[in-house]
């Protein structure tokens, strides 16, 4: 199953990193996915009003709730938006590219 190798929050082997696969890979994720168009995200200058506000729903979580969150949306249903996200993320990210998209979306959410 797909989601139970994402959701232990890491990889059996990584590749060493790369200036691409590091921070600035998490936002080029981000803008690949879409996720702005249904979320707000400061960082990445992204408005989208379907799904809550990243940087407030994050803030305070750790890595594996915001992996969770990304690989098995439905797991948490934030309040007041219903399951909405798409549940197919665990299949179309890339498993390289997760570490640097849950990194970027955790640093975008600190408060």
Same mark, same amino acid.
């Given at each position: 199953?797909?989601? *139970? *190798?994402? *959701?232990?929050?890491?990889? *059996?082997?990584?590749?060493?990193?790369?200036?691409?696969?590091?921070?600035?890979?998490g936002a080029e994720v981000f803008a690949e996915q879409g996720c702005g168009?249904?979320?707000?995200?400061?960082?990445?200058?992204?408005?989208?009003?379907?799904?809550?506000?990243?940087?407030?729903?994050?803030?305070?979580?750790?890595?594996?709730?915001?992996?969770?969150?990304?690989?098995?949306?439905?797991?948490?249903?934030?309040?007041?938006?219903?399951?909405?996200?798409?549940?197919?993320?665990?299949?179309?990210?890339?498993?390289?590219d997760l570490d640097p998209l849950v990194a970027y979306l955790m640093k975008?959410?600190?408060?």
């Amino acid at each position: 199953m797909t989601i *139970a *190798a994402f *959701a232990g929050g890491g990889h *059996a082997e990584e590749a060493p990193a790369t200036p691409a696969k590091g921070a600035a890979r998490g936002a080029e994720v981000f803008a690949e996915q879409g996720c702005g168009s249904c979320h707000t995200f400061a960082p990445a200058n992204a408005r989208g009003g379907l799904g809550p506000d990243l940087g407030l729903s994050l803030d305070g979580k750790d890595k594996n709730y915001v992996l969770q969150s990304i690989v098995d949306p439905s797991a948490v249903i934030a309040p007041n938006y219903g399951d909405l996200m798409p549940s197919d993320f665990a299949q179309r990210i890339d498993p390289s590219d997760l570490d640097p998209l849950v990194a970027y979306l955790m640093k975008g959410a600190a408060g």
